[in-house]
Nanobody, 128 residues
C-alpha cells in the first residue's frame, strides 16, 4: 500500500533553514504529482507547494514563494522541501501527499486528509 514518511522537521530560528524529506513507497512514484501541505496550530490545512511527476512544473503558495523550494528524486522515490528564511508563521505540521494524477490540478481544491494518501507529518517550529 501507499506509504509516505516525512522527516527533517525540527526547531529553527527565524531566518534559519530546514530541509524536509518524504520517502514514498507502494506506488510508481515517478507517475504522480506530489505536494506539501501544512497545518498551523488552530488553523486549517493549506497547500504549501506542489510538483509535477517529472519535476517540470511547480506551485508555491504566495506566503512561501521565494523562500521554499520543492524538488523530487524519482530514482530515490523521495520528495523534498527546502525551507529558507524561516518565519515564526511557518510553524506548522508539514505533510506530504500523493496526487491521483501526474499534474497539479488537485491543488485547485482545498486540501483534506480525508482523501488520498498522506504521511504522518513532520513538525516545524520557528522560534528564537
Amino acid at each position: 500500500q501507499v506509504q509516505l514518511v516525512e522527516s527533517g522537521g525540527g526547531l529553527a530560528q527565524p531566518g534559519g533553514s530546514l530541509r524536509l524529506s518524504c520517502a514514498a513507497s507502494g506506488f510508481t512514484f515517478s507517475s504522480y504529482g506530489m505536494a506539501w501541505a501544512r497545518q498551523a496550530p488552530g488553523k486549517g490545512l493549506e497547500w504549501v507547494s506542489g510538483i509535477y511527476n517529472d519535476g517540470s512544473n511547480t506551485y508555491y503558495a504566495d506566503s512561501v514563494k521565494g523562500r521554499f523550494t520543492i524538488s523530487r528524486d524519482n530514482a530515490k522515490n523521495t520528495l523534498y522541501l527546502q525551507l529558507k528564511t524561516l518565519k515564526p508563521e511557518d510553524t506548522a505540521l508539514y505533510y506530504c501527499t500523493k496526487f491521483h494524477r501526474w499534474d497539479l490540478l488537485p491543488i485547485q481544491a482545498k486540501p483534506s486528509r480525508d482523501f488520498g494518501s498522506w504521511g504522518q507529518g513532520t513538525q516545524v517550529t520557528v522560534s528564537s
